[in-house]
């Protein structure tokens, strides 16, 4: 790969994914084969030209918890991985900084984006949430009970104990519900309070599940009965976990674009749920699976995460359908060789992969396919297994311990013989 050959002062353009806006960067140091970059406050529908250059500045976040008197976002990054597809503006005077200490990857528009939706949100709340965080130690009374002013998350505890959840504006930080009931002033009360952003329901027993109103960007359900699920456009997150029900069905923003969509599968069972657009998939509990359901329902993937119970694998070659698949990661997965594993020109837009727990003849011819087309720090294929460890460790617990920098093999090998007694 030709690394590209930078200037300080040079000013670049990217286009951040989820929304399509133009966003910018400066190069600010170069030494040696990594180099200084800072973002700037540029972010707009349009490329910005040369002329637009007088009007930027650094960045200063001051976002959640951020302020905007200090906060910059600077980083060391490795040139290799420069993006290709950045765009050259121009230079610009460099305004000094302190020293550089934080290593990272190259920008991609995300504190752009986070201001700018923080900027939207009703001042009344955002000043009340960061108020919350300076009163640590002062309490309130909800519900008869006695809660820290800056309380981020509630429970049934507190949720069972109140007749009216206009009685939870006493506690402003809130950013969290957590649930296994059905309160009808919930979703209502969700739609009026922009900064809570999680909601964890177990055990819902509502068909339709109407949340696009809401401000939430990480929803966590359970529940068989449910067979659609409405999504807010802020959303980022969706993990859906035990039974589900075959008529599920998913509605989001963008169908999918930019979503993240957690399943810990049950039986190895995954509806059909819509989303031809997907982004990130992350499947876990994997016994027996074949690809081609991915595939064939997600072909706009960017990334993809499986982890097995340990489990087996069918048609990896499906992955080379993946074009645009930027991210893999691959655990205790088996049932594939080394053939069916796509070469890097297949997709050639991975610039992640992490493969541990995997057969040892796959995981060797792995390693040399990759080797300096992806990141060091993003790529790593460990505890290569055979079929004889397979076997031995179908059933072991303690299986994630064999081959850990961090367990010592005396340990792991003393701890399997008294989980065997």
Known sequence: MKQQILHPGEVYALQEKE?????????????????????????????????????MAYLRKNHHFWTKENEINYSWVPIK??????????SMPIVPLEECRAYSTWTDGCQQKWQERWNKLPKDQTNAYRDAETRRNETVIVGGQEKKYCLFGVFDDTLSAISDFSEL???????RICTSKDYPQLIPFLERRYLIQELN??????????????????????GKDVELIKLPSGIHKLILKGELSPNLRIISPKDGYYLELW?????????????????????RNIKDFSLKKITSRFP????????????????????????GLERLWIEDI????????????????????????????????????????IPDLDFSVTKLRSDEWLKENMNNPLRHWDGSEFIPKSKYNKSVALWGD
């Not at 991985?81 to 121009?90: D, Q, R, T, V, Y």
């Not at 819902?204 to 401000?215: F, N």
């Not at 097995?308 to 069918?314: C, E, I, Q």
């Open 263 to 283: 399943v810990e599968l049950h039986d190895d069972f995954l509806p059909d749920v819509g989303l031809s657009r997907l982004w990130d998939l992350h499947l």
């Open 334 to 373: 088996f049932g594939f060789n080394a053939d069916e594993f796509p070469r890097h020109e297949d997709i050639p837009e991975l610039r992640f992969l992490i493969a541990q727990s995997i057969p040892a003849d796959a995981g060797k011819v792995i390693k040399k396919l990759y080797k300096g087309k």
């Open 201 to 222: 329901w177990d055990n819902c027993q509502r068909k339709e599940l109407d949340l696009s109103r809401t401000h939430l960007e990480n929803i966590e359900i359970s």
């Open 19 to 55: 929304t399509g806006k133009w966003f910018t960067f400066q190069i600010l140091q170069i030494d040696g084969e990594k180099a200084v970059h800072v973002d700037l406050d540029y972010w707009s529908d349009k490329f910005p030209e040369e002329s637009d250059l007088k009007n």
């Open 81 to 90: 991985w420069f993006p290709s597809n950045a765009k050259l503006i121009g």
């Open 169 to 175: 504006d006493k506690l402003p930080g809130l950013g």
């Open 300 to 323: 706009n993937l960017a990334r993809l995460w499986m982890t097995g119970k340990p489990g087996y694998v069918h048609d990896m070659a499906e992955l080379s359908k993946l074009h």
